[in-house]
């Protein structure tokens, strides 16, 4: 997960007027023509395993909370996580 944010952000600094630097460091493996490419893909990676990361966590504070019954939190956390990679799967193919 954090190579992905290590690409996202070097990818996005690649299409900015100092992208000469990132294609000096990657030894031009990234560069402004698939710099926009690697970012778009890297950060809808990102969101989707950001998006897990985040229905695990809630699961285990509902848990710390009090939750009794773990088959209806099951379903919920799965609604959330559902809910968020649609969301982001949609903005990706928009």
Same mark, same amino acid.
Do not use: D, Q
């Given at each position: 997960m954090l190579m992905l944010f290590f690409i996202t952000v070097l990818s996005g600094y690649s299409m900015t007027a100092k992208g000469d630097l990132v294609i000096r460091l990657t030894f031009g =493996?990234?560069?402004w023509k698939n710099g926009y490419f690697l970012h778009r893909k890297?950060?809808?990676l990102l969101s989707i395993l950001a998006? @897990?990361?985040?229905a695990?966590?809630?699961?285990?504070? =509902?848990?710390?909370?009090?939750?009794?019954?773990t088959?209806?939190?099951?379903?919920?956390?799965?609604t959330v996580l559902f809910v968020? @990679?649609?969301f982001f799967t949609a903005i990706e193919f928009m």
């Open positions: =493996l990234i560069n890297s950060t809808y998006s @897990i990361h985040a695990a966590n809630l699961k285990l504070e =509902l848990l710390k909370r009090g939750a009794k019954e088959k209806p939190l099951n379903i919920f956390v799965l968020m @990679i649609a």
